[in-house]
């Protein structure tokens, strides 16, 4: 398997397996999951391109529900260039909602968590208050997806954020909006 000629990007699979990424294609990962990574990164990285990321930098991930569900297979980057964040995921088949699809709640957790990353990598601890999602497209079982999630504006303890969930090739599946706002008194931990 050839690289792709544009580097550099550090990359960080996270899933059910613990392993992590080496700098480039893993080693330690089953070949079903080495296989699914490969056409993650073959087609992830065209529409990354078009996005225009820079450099990809992770650290400070925590394992949530949908970072740490089987059934939901994400590679994580973050874009130097204004932080935003990208989620390479693939979705497997128990996560159906209609026939065939992706369940909407599901769809919903995976916009939440990659916009979250983008708040929680840049600034300080703030939750979901608002997530507003508009479904555009059903998304397939056992398909990747694009998600990018990213921040409109912070005011005082409040930050208006996006995300967009995309086919691969660029198709749009979903867009949301959402509203976070830092707690006054208590600092979770993550
Ligand atoms: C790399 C690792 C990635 C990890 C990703 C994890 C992703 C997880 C993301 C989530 O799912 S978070 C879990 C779901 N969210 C919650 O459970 C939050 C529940 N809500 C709360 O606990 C409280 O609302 C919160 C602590 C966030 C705020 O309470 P506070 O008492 O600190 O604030 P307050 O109620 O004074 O509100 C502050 C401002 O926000 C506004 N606000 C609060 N909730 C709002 C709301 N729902 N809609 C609109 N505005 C809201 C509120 O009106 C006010 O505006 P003003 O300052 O202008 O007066």
Known sequence: MQKPSFQPYYVKALSSEQAQLPTWFP????EEFQLILRKLFERGFRL???????????SNISKNFVLSNPQI??????????????????VGSQV?????FMHGGATAALLDDCVSSAVLLSG???????????????V??????????YIDQTNGRK??????MYHPDGALYAEATLLFVKPRLVEPKM
């Open 140 to 149: 397939p079982l056992n398909s990747v997806v694009v998600v990018e999630g």
């Open 124 to 138: 300080p601890f703030a939750m979901t208050v608002q997530l507003n999602v508009q479904y555009r497209k059903p």
């Open 48 to 58: 990354m391109r078009k996005l225009n990321i820079q450099k990809g930098n992770l």
């Open 73 to 90: 297979h994400v590679v994580m980057l973050r874009r130097a260039l204004d932080g935003s964040v990208i989620y390479l995921a693939r």
């Open 96 to 100: 159906q909602g209609p026939s065939g």
């Open 27 to 30: 080693s330690g990962h089953s």
């Open 159 to 164: 930050t208006i954020a996006g995300g967009k």
